[in-house]
Structure formats: structure tokens, C-alpha cells
């Protein structure tokens, strides 16, 4: 195999686990039973010691397509070939017990069939653990074992497997209106015939097709871009955990923000910052029962006590596990090259005050929708609320978890206050018990420090931290938190300046190499496509609705065929960094609204 561009793959999942599958058929990435379980399958991160489930059309001259069925995460790959037209329709069955205990994990695999007669050849290839346990293989006709000390996978087809070492593989010719179903389950005991494995594929397609469209009608976005929005919602759905209400950043780890660069980082964890974002996201298109999950998420962290940095943690496992050690597998290539390959994060030990901000602020839009936080949940948000106000001058690691020194970063600083505010107001609306004078004080506090020490008169300009000159896209959020207008003469000069020395063919990057912190690494980077969006929403809010639109237009281009984003795009407008990129679809989503909003209102 070779590695695929970033962007050729399409992603199926149940709210578990999620599997990416290559625009060739070939599954290169699958975590089993979770998101951050070791990887089954991982060619991705290693072409030749990775591992992959491929099942493709054998003729050399094959073409392939892909495409989602509308309104679900159901995923159909076409080869046409000279001789034929056949297809694979792939997904992850989710029933209406999501949080069922013992729940079947498996990768359903319908071949069909489409016109002519198509050969196909199946492979499957796991490698366990990373690539780091071997297994054995046993097959009985149609069923092929693969075990580990520790796990074990089931292959079942309607036709006899061979080995090929340790691996299984197909041969097998489809003509019109033919089908065969290929499951793949976690577990050695399933055992199915293959009219039975006919009737269990169909019948969980239905199933899953209904219950995605089901999901779908509660979205409420109804504005110009509802296609782009409504995937990106289902892309984020898929990056949520069943069984706790964690949302996890990415589907993927150590993809490279730089190809052959060493910027290759572990985003299967679950962030307070992205997760409080992607919250936000869902109670604007209307989804609240996700909302509320993630809320049970966090009232099981009120139990716990404070971390090293503070109350929270930056980031924890999807069950909530704090020990997120950072490792390298250096028996692992990389994609194309890109070493090391990490997993677990490091950043999970950092200080980050930004997070208090824009958690307290997806806790009042969460009560604000209509369903009031618990008074337990107010006893521990007073407990945040009070370490920040004990603890908003330090300095940390900031939004973008710079791998150096801590510095006073003014996005930190101004969610610090974000924090007070929201935490204010929902006491007010609520008529909860708070320290008001405290709030209130050191609310002001933080105000005044921005403003004085964050603000740099000669470059006329917000800038990345305290008493620097350098830029950073994080500012671009003051107007949407609330901090200033967005017609501020402060803003509107920022605005003007952030154009000028960040952007990139419309395109933002993070900050400026030269004049800022950066982040301790070398090497480059592509242009962050949620600053992009950022752009778009501090465009739309100030009144400049001919460069927002043609801004967001213009990121759209950047989708891949799916409508789907990584978390960067690269100098020739590829893909760089983990996939699906959460912050970056609700980007998208916020950005859409906006826009939508602004547009709605002109005269």
C-alpha cells in the first residue's frame, strides 16, 4: 500500500469507535472497542506494518467515488471499472441502546453489484496494539479468528477465506443486483451462516439509516448552507462517546501538521475546550439531549478532587480517566514519514485557564435552553469560579498548549473573565447563591489588565500575550465572548491587522512565527481552518458581510469530497493534522450561523 492523501477518507462510527475508510475501500484506521483503545487497524500512521481491511474491484484501471447516503453517516464507495459498476456500503451499526452494556461492536460491509460483473478481492490485515502484538488465525470456511492475548476480531463472509500468513483474504465475482455482506466484530464467539449474515447486514442498515434520519430531523438550522452544516453535525456526533457524553477532539492521532514535521499529536481524548465548544454548537442547531449528556459527564468530575493545575484537567480519557502518559511508537513510520508517532498527550498536565471560560460559558447556554442546571452543579461551578478568580494572573500554556515557557496569553486571561461573566449571570437569572463582590471585583480586574497590558498602541493591536507585540487568531473571539464590540475601534484596528499579517488566499494561520511565543517546536505549519471560520464570524459581527461571505465560500472549497475537514490545510490546500477535526466543523456550524444571521438582517 501507499499512503492516501489525508483527505481521501470518508468515516463511519457508532458513537464507540469509528473506523476511516479510504476512497480505495481500505479501512486504515480503527480503534476497537473505543476511541482511544490501541489501534486494530493503522496503516495510515504505517503502510507497510499498520494493518487494513480492504475490500476493493481488482481491475487496474478501477475508478472510485465516494458519497454518503444523505442525512446519515452511512458511507458508499464505487468502483467503475471496465468491466462493471460495484460498490461497498459501509457502517457502523448504532441500534437505540447506544449505552447498552456488552454492545456488539462490529464494521458491517455490504458488496454489491451494480451493473456488469466485478471482481473483488477482500483483505484483512489487523495489526493489534499498534502494530506492537502479534495474533493467530484460525479460519473455519467463512469465519476467520484473529486473537491476541488480549483481543480478538471475527471475520465472517459468504465465502471460504484464505490465509495469507496470518491474515485473510477473498476472491469474489458480483454481477447486477448481487450482494454480499462482509462483518467484522470484536469478540470470538459470533457464528452466522451466510443467509444469516444476508438478513443481519440489511437489517441493521435499515436500522441505522432510520435512526441517523431521525437524528437528523431535530436540527433546526434551516439558512443557506444546510448541507455543509448538517454534516458537520453528523461529523461531530460521531466524535461523541455513548456510554458518558465525552466528545472527543479528533478521530484520529498523530497525523501531521507538517509532513515529514514532528507537530503529530493524540486528539482521541476528550478536551474541556473542545467538547464546551461542540456543545455550543449543538444547542444552536437544536440538540440538547447531547448537551445534557456531556453535562453528566462533567458532574462525575465534581466528584473528584482538584488536579495538579487546578479543578479540572485539560483533557481526560472518554471515561474519564485522567493518566493520559505521552508515548512515542517508534516502530511506527508516521504518515509519510512524519515521526514520531504520539499517543496519549502531554498537555493534559498543562495549565490552561482558557478551558474555565468556555466551559462555564457552554454551562449557561445549557441552562439558558431550557434545562437548569442542578444546584450540585452550581456547588462545583462556585468552586471554579472562586479558583479563578484565585488563580486568573498566572501564567500558562494557552489556548494553542505551547510547548515552552507559560505566558500571560490574552485569549486565557479574557476566558477567565468569561468565566466570571457567565458564572454572574447565571446566578442572577437563577437567583443562586454567589460571591458577588468577588466575581464582580476580580471581573473587572481581568477587564482592565486586558485592556492595558493586552493591548499594543504602536501596532494597534490585541495581542498574543502581555506586553508582546505578536498576533495571535484567538483574538478574533473577543466580539463572539462578549468582551467588546465587534465595532470597537480596538477590534476593527485587530481586525484590520490579523488580515494583513496572518491571512493566507483567505485562509488564517495561528499566529505569527516571527513575533510570537509560537509553540516551542520547529518546523511549519498549514493555515488553522477554525481561525478561518473565526475570521468569518468577526467579519459578519462587525458588518463586512461581502468579505465574510466570500471567506466562507472560499473554506468550503477546502472540504473533501465528503464535506469533511482535518484540522489544518496545507500550502497546496491539502489536508494536514487529525481527521475529522472537531473544532473545525464547529467552526463551521457557528460561522454558518452568523453568517446567516447577518445576511438575513441586510437590508
Known amino acids: 500500500m501507499a499512503y492516501k492523501p489525508i483527505e481521501s477518507y470518508g468515516v463511519i462510527g457508532d458513537m464507540f469507535s469509528l473506523a476511516l475508510v479510504g476512497t480505495d475501500g481500505s479501512i486504515d484506521w480503527c480503534c476497537l472497542p473505543r476511541f482511544d483503545s490501541p489501534s486494530v487497524f493503522g496503516a ?61 461492536h462490529e464494521i458491517v460491509r455490504i458488496v454489491r453489484g451494480v451493473t456488469g460483473q466485478v471482481a473483488f478481492r477482500a483483505e484483512c490485515r489487523p495489526a493489534f496494539d499498534y502494530a506492537r502484538a502479534k495474533h493467530e488465525l484460525q479460519i473455519e470456511q467463512n469465519r476467520a479468528v484473529f486473537s491476541t492475548p488480549t483481543t480478538t476480531l471475527t471475520l465472517m463472509c459468504p465465502y471460504a477465506l484464505q490465509a495469507e500468513g496470518a491474515d485473510a483474504v477473498a476472491e469474489f465475482t458480483l454481477g447486477p443486483k448481487e450482494s454480499a455482506t462482509f462483518i467484522l466484530s470484536l469478540g470470538g464467539e459470533h457464528q452466522e451462516s451466510p443467509q444469516q449474515l444476508q438478513v443481519h447486514g440489511e437489517e441493521a442498515l435499515l436500522e441505522t439509516i432510520a435512526l441517523w434520519k431521525r437524528w437528523v430531523e431535530k436540527c433546526c438550522y434551516v439558512g443557506r448552507w444546510r448541507e455543509m452544516v448538517v454534516r458537520s453535525a453528523l461529523a461531530l456526533k460521531l466524535l461523541t462517546y455513548a456510554p458518558t457524553g465525552a466528545i472527543i477532539a479528533a478521530a484520529t492521532c498523530s497525523l501531521p501538521e507538517e509532513i515529514g514535521g514532528v507537530r503529530n499529536w493524540d486528539y482521541r481524548y476528550t478536551w474541556i475546550r473542545d467538547s464546551a465548544f461542540t456543545i455550543n454548537a449543538f444547542l444552536r442547531l437544536g440538540y440538547t439531549d447531547e448537551a445534557g449528556a456531556f453535562m453528566n459527564w462533567l458532574q462525575q468530575r465534581a466528584t473528584e478532587p482538584d488536579t495538579a ?64 442546571i442542578s444546584y450540585d452543579l452550581w456547588i462545583y461551578l462556585r468552586r471554579i469560579l472562586s479558583w479563578v478568580c484565585a488563580n486568573w494572573d498566572r501564567p500558562d500554556h494557552g489556548i494553542w498548549e505551547v510547548r515552552r515557557d507559560p505566558e500571560h496569553f490574552v485569549y486565557s486571561k479574557v476566558q477567565c473573565w468569561v468565566a466570571l461573566d457567565r458564572g454572574l449571570r447565571i446566578a442572577w437569572e437563577r437567583g443562586l447563591p454567589a460571591d458577588w463582590e468577588l466575581l464582580r471585583s476580580t471581573s473587572s480586574s481581568i477587564y482592565e489588565s486586558v485592556m492595558q497590558r493586552g493591548w499594543n498602541p504602536d501596532r494597534g ?98 472540504a473533501n469530497h465528503l464535506g469533511l475537514y482535518a484540522e489544518e490545510v496545507g500550502p497546496t490546500g491539502e489536508a494536514l493534522g487529525n481527521f475529522p477535526q472537531a473544532l473545525t466543523h464547529l467552526g463551521l456550524i457557528n460561522a454558518a450561523f452568523e453568517l446567516d444571521r447577518a445576511l438575513n438582517k441586510k437590508p
Not at 64 to 93: A, H, K
Open 461 to 558: 493591536t490585541f495581542t498574543q500575550y502581555f506586553g508582546g507585540s505578536g498576533l495571535d487568531a484567538s483574538i478574533l473571539t473577543l466580539p463572539m465572548s462578549g468582551f467588546v464590540s465587534p465595532k470597537d475601534p480596538r477590534m476593527l484596528s485587530t481586525l484590520q491587522r490579523v488580515q494583513e499579517e496572518l491571512v493566507s488566499d483567505s485562509l488564517v494561520h495561528r499566529y505569527e512565527l516571527g513575533l510570537a511565543v509560537g509553540d516551542g517546536l520547529p518546523g511549519k505549519e498549514g493555515t488553522f481552518s477554525i481561525c478561518t471560520f473565526w475570521m468569518v464570524e468577526a467579519l459578519s459581527r462587525a458588518g463586512r458581510l461581502d468579505e465574510a461571505r466570500f471567506i466562507f465560500e472560499t473554506m468550503l472549497t477546502y
Open 44 to 104: 495510515i500512521l504505517d503502510d507497510k506494518l499498520g494493518g487494513f481491511f480492504k475490500i476493493a474491484a481488482t481491475h487496474s484501471e478501477c475508478q472510485f467515488r465516494q458519497m454518503y447516503l444523505p442525512e446519515t453517516n452511512i458511507l458508499i464507495t464505487r468502483f467503475l471499472s471496465p468491466d462493471g459498476v460495484g460498490e461497498t456500503v459501509d457502517f457502523m451499526p448504532v441500534t437505540a441502546a447506544l449505552s447498552e452494556r456488552g454492545k456488539r
Open 309 to 372: 493545575t487546578g479543578p479540572l484537567q485539560t483533557l481526560y480519557g472518554v471515561d474519564g480517566r485522567s493518566d493520559l502518559t505521552e508515548l512515542t511508537l517508534d516502530h511506527l513510520d508516521g504518515y509519510r514519514g512524519s515521526k514520531p508517532v504520539r499517543i496519549g498527550n502531554l498537555a493534559s498536565q498543562q495549565l490552561q485557564l482558557d478551558i474555565y471560560g468556555e466551559l462555564v460559558d457552554s454551562i449557561y447556554l445549557f441552562d439558558k435552553s431550557g434545562t437548569p
